[in-house]
Structure formats: C-alpha cells, structure tokens
C-alpha cells in the first residue's frame, strides 16, 4: 500500500511504577513537530508490569494489538521509549511493511538532545529544527492507550522544563574529594543528573504551555490528571507556577515535585501561601523523593549530600503537619523518602546511626531503606567512583545477582561491582536486601532466606529491631561467614 507521507508512530511502554515512566517527555514535541510538516503521527500506549531490567516482552494479546494497530497505519518509523525485546521488535517492524525501529535513549536532557535527535534519528520528520523550535512547535498530546490497564490510560506525565536539579558545592570544602583531581564544583558525588545546561529560558512558561496544552487536548476524564514537573527553576518560582496554571484554567490536577530536603524547609512559607489557590483552583501539589541518602555524617559527606539529620526531621515534621493540615492539597505518600544505607566504606556504627534516625522519621519506609545500595556506573565517571577506586574498592564482584536500586534507567546500563572496605558488612547488606525483597513479595517468597526473615518478623516487632540484632550479632561474630549463619544465630536467640 503506498504510504501517503512518512508516518512515525510512537510507542510508549507505561510501567505501573508511575515514577519510572521515562523518555515519553518527547512525544508531544516529536507529534507536535510531525503535525507542523504535514506527517502522519501517531502515540500509542500499552500498560506493562515494571521490569527493573527495562527489557520488556510483552504479552500476546497486547502485543497482537499492538501489531494491528501497525499494519493499519504501516508507520516508516517507530520511536519507542524502552527496550523491546529483540524478537517482538523485529515483528513490530515487519507489522508495518519494514519500519525502522528508533529507542530514545535521553530523558532529562531530551530538550537539549533534541535537535540532534531529530535529524540523526528521524529525517523523514522533514530536515533540522529551527533554532526558535521550543517555542514553535506546539506539543500535541494526542496519546491513545491500548488496553485497560488504568495507569497507562491516566498516567503520570512528565514535563520536563530543564535540569532537574541546580545543586552545586566547592570541591575545596569536602575533605573526602579536595584531594581528587576534580573540577571546581560538585553535585551529589553519585548523581547521574548533573547537567546545568537548558535552552528553555523561561521554564515557568515552558512547564505551563505544556500542561495547559494535556489538559485541553486530552479526551475529558472525571480522573485527576497527574504531571511530574521537572525544572530545577520551577520550584523557586513555586507560587508564579501555580498562579501561571490556575490562569490557564488548569483544573482536577495533581504536580508532584521533588525538591530537596533544604529546598522543602526554604520554601515552607511559600507552600503554605500556596495551598489557599491550589484549594481555589481544584489542584494540588505532591512531594516526593525527597533524598537524605544517609543518616551518618561520614557519609552523608561522601555523597557531598549538605543534608544533615536534624534537617531531615524538621522537613519531616512540616511535611506531616502540613499533609494533615490539607490532605486534599498537599501530598507526600509516606516511604518515598529515598535513601543509599551501604556504600563501600560503610561501618557498623554507621549503620546504627541510620537505624536510630529511620526509627525516628515515619516517613521512611524501613524495609525501603535497608535494601538500598550504591550503584556506579560507568559512564559518566562520578566523583564517588574516582573515591572508591582510590581507595581500592573497585573492581572485586559482591557475587550478587542482578540489583537495580532505581539508578539503572536504560537496559543497556551495566554497573561497577565494588566490595566493602570492612568485610564484615557485606553479610549485613546480603540480609538488608533480603528484608527489603521478603516484602516486595508480600511475605510470599519461599526461599529457605526469605521463610526465616518472615519467622524472625513474627517474633520481633519491627524490620530495624531485626537489622539492630543482627548489627550486635555481627560486631560479636566479625567473621561470620554468611547469611544463612547469620539467620540461624538471629532465630536461636530470639525464641
Ligand atoms: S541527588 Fe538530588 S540533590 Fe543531589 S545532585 Fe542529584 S538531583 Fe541534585
């Protein structure tokens, strides 16, 4: 059948953990762009279970619909936002009469990758951008689900205006990094989201003229629409924002954010000032994600984090008061508080330090927070990494099996293994994460590991009580050789 002109289809994969849809930000710009040129266009969604491998398989009948639906349209190019099995893609492409599949790899830069995306990625969209794209090309939403899986056909949309975060600190004034060979300033030595680079200049607006533009396109819906809004210029412009979108006749919508620790207690006065018009205007704002990563002060200082303890617990006290003050309007789901509990250098006294301060702050969720690590990754090389090699804990396999703490964005993605500079905490890790698995599984696993961490919770009243044991355990028995000793000597003293 000859094609009319080249149509590009988009294909979101929409996992149910709503904070790990990623590279979907792009296609209303990619719709927006292929409308204005006269291409066909078109952005189908299909609801997947998340797979921390970001490599999706999926099931016949969703997949059939999905084939359908590109032997209809015979596509010349189809630009999915994750990895699709290798067998299903070559089908999908077939489906639509030799399609060239296309993964858009970038997600928080996108608006800087963009143009060059376009071009390498896509021609038959119609030659480059014009250098004037982000305020010419009119986002179109425009997004069909296929199937009912209800969290991709009211998903969370995120609107990226520009970096997520601005965060910066001398080199010079972190003891553990002024004697690398590093540039003059830092972010989270860990963080893999450290560009400062935005083209947007106005991100308020930005941010606004898209989300003006879902919820005036967007079939009519009694369910609140959800936008994560990313922009690290957004949130000190906070009151302006939602001012903007209430003008805009945006109604019915929640905005989460995730501003740090520091940035939640300076702009406390703000929120509250806020809340008033989100009540007038049917909206209200999310908060999330907030990262302390670690309670002991060393650590906390590798991680270049500039959050101490106390500041955790007074943004924690606000958050509670404030939610309970406007439930309606202010939202913090309790656990979405991130943390990284093991790096290589971690010791038993600051995993007690941890334990004490998780105790304190209801909005941890603990068996979260015990089955958090670090993760390095290749590329870009971070600050942490160049400590950790330093010191030689680089390179020596834990023996775990595959672990994605949430860092791993890309199937494609490999991590660095590194080992513990005090051996005697790689056994408290092993059972750290096995608490935190046990409850992802609802108390179902029945592995010999996982039936004894769901004995051991029937006796003892808390996962920290059970995490405080085994510290002791293990500062008495250094050497114990595994985590199966270390379960059996927790049971024989506790019944
Ligand atoms: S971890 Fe959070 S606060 Fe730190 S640099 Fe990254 S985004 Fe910013």
Redesign the pocket.
């Known amino acids: 059948m000859p094609r009319a002109s080249p149509g590009i289809m988009c294909v979101e994969l929409a996992p149910d953990q709503l904070e790990r849809r990623r590279r979907a930000e792009a296609f209303p710009f990619i719709l927006g762009l292929g409308r204005s040129r006269r291409r066909r266009v078109s952005w189908y969604a299909v609801g997947v279970r998340y797979d921390p491998t970001l490599l999706y398989a999926l099931d016949p009948d969703t997949f059939e619909r999905l084939l359908a639906v590109a032997r209809r349209e015979l596509p010349r190019v189809i630009v999915l936002n994750e990895r699709l099995r290798d067998d299903q893609m070559a089908a999908l492409a077939d489906a639509a009469g030799g399609a060239r599949g296309v993964y858009l790899s970038h997600w928080e830069q996108w608006i800087q990758l963009f143009p060059e995306f376009i071009q390498q990625e896509i021609p038959e969209i119609g030659g480059p951008l014009p250098p004037d794209w982000l305020s010419r090309i009119a986002p179109v939403f425009n997004r069909k689900s296929l199937g009912d899986a209800p969290w991709a056909v009211n998903p969370l949309f995120r609107i990226v205006a520009g970096p ?2 601005s ?1 910066r600190t001398l080199v010079a004034d972190n003891p553990f990094y002024r004697e690398l060979a590093l540039p003059k300033t830092m ?2 030595s860990f ?1 893999y ?2 560009s400062n680079v935005n083209p947007v200049k106005d991100e308020v607006a930005f941010a606004v003229r898209q989300i003006e533009a879902a919820c005036r396109q967007l079939p009519e819906t009694t369910d609140e629409r959800q936008f994560e809004v990313l922009g690290s210029r957004i949130w000190p412009r906070l009151e302006e924002f939602l001012m903007a979108l209430s003008r805009a006749g945006v109604r019915g919508v929640e905005l989460s954010f995730m501003p ?1 620790i520091d940035q939640i207690l300076g702009a406390r006065e703000s929120i509250l000032r806020c809340l008033p018009t989100l009540a007038a205007a049917d909206l209200a704002m999310r908060l999330y994600g907030a ?1 302390i990563e670690n309670f002991s002060p060393d650590e906390n200082m590798r991680f270049n ?1 500039g959050i101490s303890a106390e500041q955790v617990h007074e943004a924690a006290a606000f958050i509670i008061s404030t939610r309970s003050s406007w439930p309606r309007q202010f939202r913090f789901t309790d656990g979405m508080m991130s943390m990284i509990l093991f790096t290589p250098w971690t010791r038993l006294e600051d995993l007690r330090i941890n334990v004490e301060n998780i105790e304190r702050c209801s909005l941890i969720c603990p068996f979260f927070a015990l089955g958090q690590r670090l993760q390095i990754f290749p590329e870009p090389v971070h600050p942490i990494r160049l400590l950790a090699e330093r010191d030689g804990l680089i390179g020596a396999s834990r023996g775990n099996s595959f672990y994605n703490s949430g860092c791993i964005v890309d199937a494609s993605q490999e991590e660095i293994p590194w080992r513990f500079a005090h051996p005697e905490v790689g056994v408290l890790c092993q059972l750290g994460l096995a608490i935190s698995r046990f409850k992802q599984s609802d108390g179902r696993a029945t592995d010999p590991v996982s039936r004894k961490i769901g004995d051991l919770l029937m006796i003892l009243p808390t996962p920290l009580v059970l995490f405080r044991r085994a510290i002791d355990e293990i500062e008495r028995r250094p050497r114990t050789p595994s985590l199966q000793t270390l379960l059996t000597a927790l049971s024989r003293a506790a019944s």
């Open positions: 997520r975060c965060y972010s989270c963080c989201t450290s740090r990262g984090k």
